[in-house]
């Protein structure tokens, strides 16, 4: 069944970055079921990969742009998994961590940047249950980090 995702995400101008590969012991992701679990993925562009502390070296406009360019990463990997975007009934869960310099407390603001993405590409299907928390330190220093569930055909 076509649901029009990719046709929506071509219709936004929107180029997804190769699927990124997993750094050590893991799958990007794994279907159970009609769900299919993400795992944790960073910032990555073309200009390469957002890394800081945001509300520190990167600021919580960068660290939205972050979180954006995450949900880009996430969705190759989807496509990569599924063969299309189509096949995506809803996105389920969104946990997103943000690597925070002290007293930052702005992270939903932080992960809407990739929140908006996912309604953007796939409408009311978007919408979806969230988690945005702070954190010391993230791998590789990445700005953000940000893993969901998907119910997929």
Avoid: W
């Amino acid at each position: 069944m076509s649901r029009g995702h990719e046709r929506r995400l071509a219709d936004l101008g929107l180029t997804l970055p190769p699927a990124a590969k997993p750094v050590a012991n893991y799958l990007s992701c794994k279907r159970s079921g009609d769900l299919l679990y993400v795992g944790g993925h960073g910032p990555v562009g073309a200009d390469g990969v957002i890394r800081g502390k945001v509300g520190g070296a990167v600021s919580l406009e960068e660290g939205r742009e972050a979180a954006r360019r995450t949900g880009l990463s996430i969705l190759a990997t989807v496509r990569g998994e599924l063969g299309s975007l189509d096949r995506v009934r809803q996105v389920v869960k969104v946990l997103g961590m943000v690597n925070c310099a002290p007293g930052f407390n702005r992270t939903p603001e932080v992960i809407d940047g990739c929140s908006d993405l996912l309604v953007e590409v796939f409408g009311n299907d978007g919408r979806h249950t969230r988690s945005a928390v702070g954190m010391a330190e993230l791998p590789f220093d990445i700005a953000v980090e940000i893993e969901l569930i998907l119910e997929v055909d």
